[in-house]
Nanobody, 123 residues
Framework: QLQLVESGGGLVQPGGSLRLSCAVSGVTLNFYAIGWLRQAPGKEREDISCISRSGDDTNYTDSVKGRFTISRDNAKNTVYLQMNSLKPEDTAIYYC????????????????WGQGTQVTVSS
């Protein structure tokens, strides 16, 4: 059974950085594309980034382009989300999730989810 565990969240000041990790177990990571999604209080869940199984293709929602970078280390079964220039509006619970492809995750949905990690951007 595929399991995903996020870590690296916390409290950071505006303009600061965090790196989130998504540790995957139960399956070889390169069988899945991995997405990062977030949900802020009172808002709908938002797809913010995804990386293909090989890592060759990535995509980002407009609000994080140029600030966030997704990467993966298949040997370590871990996907990362480097978040720079953080803004208060980035405050949310961040989830990683797995799907056969990024398009599948975006259009049909992700089958496997982590428990989430809280990111709070505040002075």
């Amino acid at each position: 059974q595929l399991q995903l565990v996020e870590s690296g969240g916390g409290l950071v000041q505006p303009g600061g950085s965090l790196r989130l990790s998504c540790a995957v177990s139960g399956v070889t990571l390169n069988f899945y594309a991995i997405g990062w999604l977030r949900q802020a209080p009172g808002k709908e869940r938002e797809d913010i980034s995804c990386i293909s199984r090989s890592g060759d293709d990535t995509n980002y929602t407009d609000s994080v382009k140029g600030r966030f970078t997704i990467s993966r280390d298949n040997a370590k079964n871990t996907v990362y989300l480097q978040m720079n220039s953080l803004k208060p509006e980035d405050t949310a619970i961040y989830y990683c999730a797995a799907a056969p492809s990024c398009r599948h995750g975006l259009v049909i949905g992700y089958a496997y989810w982590g428990q989430g990690t809280q990111v709070t951007v505040s002075s």
